[in-house]
Nanobody, 123 residues
Framework: QVHLVESGGGSVQTGGSLTLSCAAS????????MGWFRQAPGKAREGVAT???????FYADSVRGRFTISRDNAKHTLYLQMNSLRPEDTAIYYC?????????????????WGRGTQVTVSS
């Protein structure tokens, strides 16, 4: 079992920044694929950022150039630096982890999900 706990959400104005953290515990190893998803009110869940099979960061078009994903394997912690935030970034952000597939993770089928942290961006 893997336990994921997000933190760092909050309320900011347009153009502001936030950094989300995800602390992983349990059977997590550096071989797990990890990433971030989000779900806005009334909308489907969507992938935000992850790492591909080569370990390169991969982003949704809507956040590329504004968000940065990083990972500290020694601390079992995943981060998401969010800059130039927009009202459309308002959502619950979830940390996800998958034992074996970046493809399955990005498809929304990750093995483990955190409970999420709320990000609200006001205009």
């Amino acid at each position: 079992q893997v336990h994921l706990v997000e933190s760092g959400g909050g309320s900011v104005q347009t153009g502001g920044s936030l950094t989300l953290s995800c602390a992983a515990s349990g059977e997590i190893t550096s071989n797990y694929y990890m990433g971030w998803f989000r779900q806005a009110p009334g909308k489907a869940r969507e992938g935000v950022a992850t790492f591909d099979g080569d370990g390169s960061a991969f982003y949704a078009d809507s956040v590329r150039g504004r968000f940065t994903i990083s990972r500290d394997n020694a601390k079992h912690t995943l981060y998401l630096q969010m800059n130039s935030l927009r009202p459309e970034d308002t959502a619950i952000y979830y940390c996800v982890a998958d034992r074996g597939s970046a493809v399955e993770l990005w498809a929304g089928n990750a093995d483990y999900w955190g409970r999420g942290t709320q990000v609200t961006v006001s205009s």
